[in-house]
């Protein structure tokens, strides 16, 4: 080489440098890209997609013969994305022209449109909008682009207050849905869920998948271009085991008593599916479906009556509680039934004088009388033979101190009076208490869901079925969710005998007894009446009955208690059978248009116009069975 | 000559792989460019401006590699003379853009003469360390070189573009370094500079972190700018320091010379001299560069907003890219200077692993190229000026692809070839051309 005097080896030193330039950059491509390529891929999206959420239609909730209780409906929302650079003069006018159809206050469309432009995110100007302020607002979109009516589906019940308490309501999030929720995509910050009741119990269920608007916006929040308009996908439909028009029946009925308050339970003996459910007072859910809390919804000084008279409400059985003596009384063997006591309107216990509540007396009278009278001497002096721990045992036994176990929260299990709890209390027990014992007065208390489940044990032969409501839940393609089944919590073994006489007696209770209002053609009632003494003010008053219809296994028994409605057989024993009859009516009506029917081809030549109201309808099974 | 003839050696005129290079460069480049203007408002004007920046940079890349690169050694007074003209001319009648008078505003397109002068300044500096090359390990040849490119520095700081220093400083020093200049002295050139750097940076961590004034030390030395007494104290203090260091070494018969030391404390009170002057004349955003580069966390909307969405585009592009004009990052705008300094975003988003890869190759590939022809140059001018040639695109090549993957700061460094910008692309190509002048004359006498 010619003589540059240059160290060459200088050179390559540099050329290390580029290199070893070359090698860390490609190594931080390698983690850049290869490694972490997803993550930043996610990042981008983020960057470049704004979503416009659109809430899908919860599921519907309906009743066993398919009545909407619960549905969606349109609802129409004005939306204003950042579309375009816009100058102060533009958004006032914008503004001022969107304030006057919404009949809304200019300053404050004015900020919030301010504020979604400075903070490039879209905002919901109006929710809710009625058709007519639509149409005008839908003119308005062509001269001020950025403003969209887009639908939404929205919570509706039909029937407002029906069935509140069992349903529940939805509403906007507070800071502890959001907090248990914010890591969940399902919901954003202004997605609403359900409260209380079922729209809470079901809420993953009946949620849905929410659909959106996605839409490209650059870096200033501009909108670039509609990517993808998703639809959403609506929540499954709850299909409860109600039955509207005994529910509808029990909500008047319950709304027409005197005090407006109690509760009425009716249940299907024959699985424990619960057939009408009322607490009263209730609440009209659609008041919350547009409000932040539920204080929002209310009007001014109102509190919610989220109060569950039905399951939280623990009241004296009174008289009802009789059902259980006198089974206590037969399976002891020391009561014959045809054994009387002499009722002369009181008991003299020697202290003190225990008093029947037909001062007049009711005479000599015997188990079915006693129990269709509701005589307390009776039941004074034989709870005293049978012993008041054997009456313990069967209160027990029909689930006193038990909750039903229905899957609806916070249900109170009632109190069982008797020598064993006060024995636990290391107190003494008095005759007194035997005789408060026997007729349900003292300590006892009872829910009305309890009431329910004894009088349903009555009438199935002793078998307790946990409650239940939801009969199956079907996914919005139709596929089926989840099935409702029937289980069995426990029994109470009596004898055929004794089954035999609690229901004569019951029989007699409405034929000739307390409970005779609730006669019903063609129909067999059983029930009891009750009056529990309420120190606080009126007593209230009890019913619980169970009807069959041509000796069939009862399809229907119903707990009726009104909040000081005084004498259960005014108050209550209408209620209970409006609901029975409500259940019964397409059987019944069905038995006598088969009879009309036979009449008419029976007698061709002489047509009878319709079958002679007769206490015994002759229906087809009861035809087969006379075969 | 006659010896390689014989050897059958090819006596090619030409550098293909190096052609080949940047032909592919400036395909992907451009690519990048349109793609990423294409909804910019001014994305007409880019795209002339690029269409009329290459034929006019292939012209000048043929022009300069078909004349003898010796004649800039010949001339080199005039070439010196024209840059610092055109220095001088652009502060007089150039146009102000972002903050810096650096343009001449011509009927079509733009020109920046520092794109210009910084390849005039290699070839004058090649000459000079050419004739001095006996002297070269002398600090006065170290020193002459750079007095040779302080009006240049200061014309620089006057408009001001300060990463045109940045990118000449470090040019400076591997041509010193390539012509066999002590490293003791580059050494102190650079301890000097790196001074000079310091005080800024540590004057800025104070500004960034104020709970540090507390300490009584730190608050004095904050201040020590504000007042010519208390620099001037310093300055006295830092002399003594370095005389009683020097008294000391001599009372153990330590046998060091006085020079050190006092080259140490000049070194030091230079440096401090030229951190005060470089201070005060840092603009606002150079200020918040500095910041970010220090601590990016503080500024997300700033600049390390920019870098960090610069980084998701790369990163979004995953191995195959997300195809040429569909990357989401750059072409809605989150990517900020995406056609110039950071191109790369756009081909990482669009292009991937395997176009970053690409580029990545080709730029050592370029870079090697040039290097081949400084080592077979038949001069030692023809081999300085590659050196500082290849040292140019070495520095262009490190800090934007290392700005892009945080491992250095954001400088505003564009990457030569692919960034968009006409004076950068015709000059680019220009020195190119120069470099395989070198390279086709290796053999040649004329």
């Not at chain 1, 850049?32 to 909730?61: D, F």
């Not at chain 2, 560069?289 to 610069?310: C, H, I, K, M, T």
Request: hydrophobic share 45%.
């Amino acid at each position: 080489m010619i003589d540059r005097q240059i160290p060459q080896e200088r050179l390559e030193l540099l050329w290390v440098l580029a290199y070893g330039a070359a090698l860390v950059f490609t190594l931080r491509l390698v983690n850049l890209q290869v490694l972490n390529a997803s993550h930043y891929r996610e990042i981008a999206e983020k960057n470049r997609t704004q979503v416009i959420a659109q809430a899908a239609p919860r599921g519907r909730i309906f009743s066993s013969d398919e009545v909407a209780l619960a549905t969606s409906k349109p609802s129409f929302s004005l939306i204003y994305f950042p579309s375009q650079e816009r100058t102060g003069p533009e958004i006032d006018r914008m503004a001022r022209a969107i304030a006057r159809p919404l009949g809304a206050d200019y300053e404050d469309l004015r900020k919030a449109i301010y504020k979604s432009t400075s903070r490039e995110k879209p905002v919901r100007l109006a929710e809710n909008l009625p058709s007519n302020i639509m149409l005008s607002l839908s003119e308005l979109k062509a001269v001020y682009p950025g403003i969209d009516i887009i639908v939404e589906a929205r919570r509706y019940y039909p029937f407002g207050a029906y069935l509140s308490h069992l349903i529940g309501y939805i509403g906007k999030m507070d800071a502890r849905d959001w907090a248990s929720r914010s890591k969940d995509k399902d919901y954003s910050m202004d997605s609403r869920l359900g409260k209380a009741g079922l729209e809470k119990m079901y809420e993953r269920e009946l949620k849905g998948k929410d659909g959106g608007i996605y839409l490209e916006v650059d870096s200033r929040g501009k909108l670039n271009r509609v990517l993808e308009s998703r639809k959403w996908t609506p929540g499954a439909d709850i299909f409860l085991t109600i039955n509207s028009k005994a529910q509808a029946a029990a909500e008047e009925g319950l709304e027409k008593s005197i005090s407006g308050k109690g509760a009425v339970v009716a249940l299907d003996p024959r699985d424990g599916k619960v057939l009408a459910f009322v607490s009263m007072p209730d609440y009209d859910p659609n008041m919350f479906v547009l409000s932040g809390s539920e204080k929002e919804g209310l009007p001014a000084g109102k509190t919610l009556p989220e109060f569950n008279v039905a399951l939280q409400g623990s009241y004296p059985p009174g008289s009802i509680f009789k059902i259980i003596t006198a089974a206590a009384l037969l399976e002891s063997g020391r009561v014959p039934p045809q054994d009387t006591v002499r009722c002369p309107g009181y008991y003299d216990a020697g202290s003190r004088i225990f008093k029947c509540w037909d001062k007049k007396g009711h005479g000599p009278v015997d188990f079915i009388n006693g129990l269709a009278k509701s005589c307390d001497v009776y039941f004074y002096v034989t709870g005293q033979r049978a012993g008041a721990l054997t009456i313990e045992k069967y209160a027990r036994a029909f689930r006193l101190g038990k909750t039903s176990g229905i899957a609806l929260p916070d249900e109170k299990s009632g109190n069982v009076f008797g020598p064993g709890p006060r024995a636990a209390k290391k107190s003494y027990w008095f005759i007194g208490d035997t005789l408060n014992l026997a007729i349900g007065q003292g300590e006892t208390l009872m829910t009305p869901m309890q009431a329910a489940m004894m009088i349903t044990a009555v009438a199935n032969g002793g078998v307790f079925y946990r409650p239940y409501y939801v009969d199956r839940i079907v996914k919005s393609d139709g596929q089926l969710f989840y099935k409702g089944k029937s289980e069995t919590l426990s029994r109470v073994e009596l004898k055929d005998t004794t089954w035999t006489l609690i229901r004569d007696g019951l029989r007699s209770v409405v034929s000739e007894g307390t409970g005779q209002a609730a006669k019903i053609q063609g129909v067999e009632m059983f029930g009891k009446t009750g009056t529990a003494q309420n120190p606080q003010g009126k007593d209230h008053a009890w019913f619980v009955s169970y009807a069959t219809v041509n000796n069939e296994p009862s399809k229907v028994a119903v707990a009726v208690l009104v909040e000081h409605g005084e004498h259960g057989a005014s108050a209550a024993v209408p209620i209970a059978r409006a609901v029975i009859e409500a259940i019964l009516r397409p059987e019944l009506d069905a038995a006598k248009a088969a009879a009309a029917a036979q009449k008419s081809t029976a007698a061709v030549v002489s047509p009878v116009p319709a079958a002679p109201a007769g206490p015994r309808l002759p229906a087809m099974p009861a035809v087969k069975e006379a075969l | 000559m006659i010896q390689a003839s014989q050897s059958g050696l090819k006596k090619n005129r030409m550098d293909w792989a190096l052609l080949l290079a940047v032909l592919v460069l400036i395909t992907i480049g451009t690519i990048a460019v349109f793609s990423s203007v294409a909804v910019l408002p001014q994305q007409a004007r880019i795209i002339r401006t690029q269409l009329i920046a290459i034929p006019f940079g292939l012209t000048a890349f043929l022009i300069a590699w078909s004349l003898n690169y010796q004649i800039y050694q010949d001339q080199w007074k005039y070439v010196y003379g024209v840059i610092l003209l055109s220095l001088v001319a652009v502060l007089m009648f150039g146009v102000v853009d972002k903050g810096a008078r650096s343009w001449f505003r011509l009927p079509f397109f733009s020109v920046q003469p520092s794109e210009f002068a910084r390849i005039g300044l290699i070839l004058v500096l090649a000459n000079f360390l050419d004739k001095r090359i006996g002297k070269i390990r002398e600090l006065q040849t170290v020193l002459g070189a750079f007095a040779l490119c302080l009006p240049v520095f200061l014309l620089l700081i006057k408009q001001p573009d300060f990463s045109a220093i940045l990118l000449t400083f470090p040019v400076v020093l591997i041509m010193l370094f390539a012509a066999g200049a002590s490293v003791f002295h580059l050494g102190i050139i650079v301890g000097y500079a790196f001074i000079s750097a310091l005080f800024p940076i540590l004057w800025t961590i104070i500004t960034l972190n104020p709970e540090l004034l507390d300490s009584a030390l730190i608050s004095y030395f904050f201040h020590l700018s504000d007042s010519w007494l208390s620099a001037g104290l310093f300055v006295l203090a830092v002399g003594a320091a370095a005389w009683g260091m020097w008294r000391v070494s001599v009372k153990f018969y330590a046998n060091v010379t006085g020079i050190y030391f006092v080259g140490a404390a000049v070194v030091l009170m230079l440096g401090f001299f030229s951190g005060v002057m470089v201070k005060n004349q840092m603009k606002e955003y150079q200020q918040k560069r500095l910041e970010v580069f220090l601590s990016p966390e503080a500024d997300p909307r700033g600049a390390g907003y920019n870098l960090l969405q610069a980084r998701i585009a790369i990163g979004s592009g995953g191995i195959l890219g997300r195809g040429v004009f569909s990357g989401t990052q750059s072409r809605l705008g989150f990517v900020p200077e995406r056609h110039t300094d950071f191109i790369l975003a756009v081909v990482g988003e669009e292009l991937g692993f395997w176009g970053m890869m690409l580029v990545n190759g080709l730029y050592v590939l370029l870079i090697g190229r040039i290097m081949q022809g400084a080592r077979l140059a038949r001069d030692r001018f023809g081999y300085l000026v590659n050196c500082g040639i290849f040292g140019m695109f070495l520095v262009y090549f490190g800090m934007n692809f290392g700005m892009l993957l945080g491992l250095t700061p954001v400088a505003g460094v564009p990457l030569p070839l692919l960034s968009y910008g006409g004076s950068n692309l015709v000059a680019t190509l220009a020195a190119i051309g120069i470099a395989q002048s070198v390279y086709a004359r290796r053999y040649a006498l004329t």
